[in-house]
């Protein structure tokens, strides 16, 4: 069992930065894949940017160059960096994690466990 709490979220002009991280719980933390996602209003959940246990990562075309996914398995932290934001990024941002061994997942059924998300709010 991994529990995920979010944070970082808040409010941004246009072209700002925001740093979100999320802190799990559990002694396992190392062998999961972790992600996250973000639902604007009215619009399903989406894959943002996922990493895996060794490092790798994987981002959503329209934050390539943006943001950056980073973790810390001695922490047990994962964290989202977002520069230049821009208004469409507003959504709330949920933190996932992934008991699958290959590949980063970029759809929620394949994540196991999430937090309860933090808002970010771009204005333009």
């Known amino acids: 069992q991994v529990q995920l709490v979010e944070s970082g979220g808040g409010l941004v002009q246009s072209g700002g930065s925001l740093r979100l991280s999320c802190a799990a719980s559990?002694?396992?933390?190392?062998?999961?894949?972790m992600g996250w996602f973000r639902q604007a209003p009215g619009k399903e959940r989406e894959f943002v940017a996922g990493?895996?246990?060794?490092?790798?990562?994987y981002y959503t075309d329209s934050v390539k160059g943006r943001f950056t996914i980073s973790r810390d398995n001695a922490k047990n932290t994962v964290t989202l960096q977002m520069n230049s934001l821009k208004p469409e990024d507003t959504a709330v941002y949920y933190c996932?994690?992934?008991?699958?061994?290959?590949?980063?997942?970029?759809?929620?059924?394949?994540?196991?466990?999430w937090g309860q998300g933090t808002q970010v709010t771009v204005t333009s």
């Open positions: 996932a994690a992934s008991r699958l061994r290959f590949g980063v997942p970029m759809t929620q059924d394949r994540y196991d466990y």
């Open positions: 559990g002694r396992t933390f190392s062998s999961y894949i």
């Open positions: 990493i895996r246990w060794s490092g790798g990562t």
